[in-house]
């Protein structure tokens, strides 16, 4: 059974004329209201019209919500994490041993997933960093900061002042995969747009630039059914 309510956003709009439900892709189901509402007023909301959410959430996510992966692979990182779950526990707790690459989880799968969630960006945010970092170094490149959250759309993104964030998500692509997303952010250091002055620089730092463009587009199937259930 899936928690309710699901994860959602409240955003106060003064364009909107009515309250309005839909699932925005990146934050996820979203109430845009044109006024303020009450904690109790949002359950209402959400509580009307539960029958279209919960279908909606079905068709997002056909992983059951009881049921835990019995492996995560990180090709990544090139780890393959073995889990073990211990239903009977008050509690949620994860235990993981890296030397084995061995995930310990005890509760309940809905105490879990977020855990899970937290446990996954905190591995990204270990090993993507350092990675994008040791390539800015190689080509001279200097971003003011780097930072990794969880995302639906996009592998990576920079901003106007130099910041680089990268998408969790990143955990699921090989590694020549995750260095050109890199190589694609850092160029964006130098050509904020995608002119062709943009391709050609990412083209001298990485070979066939444009074919590994198009299979990141593709790429989101590779990631495993169960991740909406943790965001
Ligand atoms: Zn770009």
Known sequence: MRAWPPPH???ISSRAKRLLLRFHPEKGLEIVSPRRLSAHQVHEVLDAHRAWIEQ???KLCQWPAERLPEAIDLPALGQCWSLAHVPD??????HADAQRQHLTLQGTPALLW???GRWLLHQAKLHLPPRLLEHARQQGLN?????????????GSCSHQGRISLNARL???????????LL?????????DHSPAFWQALEERCLGARQW???LRKASACLPGWLPLIQ
């Open 9 to 11: 956003t409240v955003r």
């Open 56 to 58: 909606h959430l079905s």
């Open 89 to 94: 526990a008050p509690s949620g707790r994860l």
């Open 114 to 116: 977020p855990l899970l």
């Open 143 to 155: 971003p003011s900061a780097v930072s990794v959250r969880w995302a639906r759309s996009r592998w």
């Open 171 to 181: 955990l699921w692509l090989s590694p020549q995969e995750v260095d050109y997303v």
């Open 184 to 192: 694609h952010e850092l160029t964006h250091l130098e050509h904020f």
């Open 213 to 215: 463009d198009r299979r």
